[in-house]
Structures are given as structure tokens and as C-alpha cells.
């Protein structure tokens, strides 16, 4: 039983840190998007290949008309806070 336990707390402390880097990650992304960023910079390009499957999705389903503004990220950022 103490087997089942220990592995069960070591998946969600595992998980815990995963999103952890993940939400970073978006922060990062949301940070570099204020300035003009080099596409071909390879840690622009990390962070666009890793953060655009999740907020692509979301930013299709979001509403136009939000003024330019890009609101995925906080969306995200949010769900990965609930999911800790």
C-alpha cells in the first residue's frame, strides 16, 4: 500500500513541477511579445514551438474584438494554476 502511495505523490509532484515550468514558459513567451522579437532567435522559436499548440486553440475561440490584445496566456496561465 505504501508503494501505491509513494508512487502517487512522486506523479503529482512530478506534474506539480511540470506545469510550473510550463506556466513560466507562457510568462517568458508573454514577455518577449512586447518587444520586437528575432523569429529566427532559437529561444524565440522554442518558446513559439512550444507555447502555440496550447494558446492556438484558445485564441481561435476567443472573440476578435478585444482591442489587439492577446489574452490566451492569462487564460492559460489560469487553467494551469487550477489544475495545481
Do not use: C
Not at 506539480?16 to 518577449?32: E, K, Q
Request: hydrophobic share 60%; no cysteine; glycine share 4%.
Amino acid at each position: 500500500m505504501f508503494v501505491f502511495s509513494n508512487l502517487l505523490v512522486a506523479v503529482a509532484k512530478i506534474l506539480n513541477i511540470a506545469l510550473s515550468l510550463y506556466m513560466w514558459i507562457i510568462i517568458g513567451r508573454a514577455v518577449i511579445s512586447w518587444v520586437n522579437p528575432d523569429p529566427y532567435n532559437p529561444i524565440v522559436r522554442f518558446l513559439h514551438s512550444v507555447t502555440e499548440p496550447v494558446l492556438y486553440p484558445i485564441r481561435r475561440r476567443l472573440p476578435i474584438s478585444m482591442g489587439g490584445l492577446d489574452f490566451s496566456p492569462i487564460i492559460v496561465i489560469l487553467a494551469i494554476i487550477f489544475l495545481q
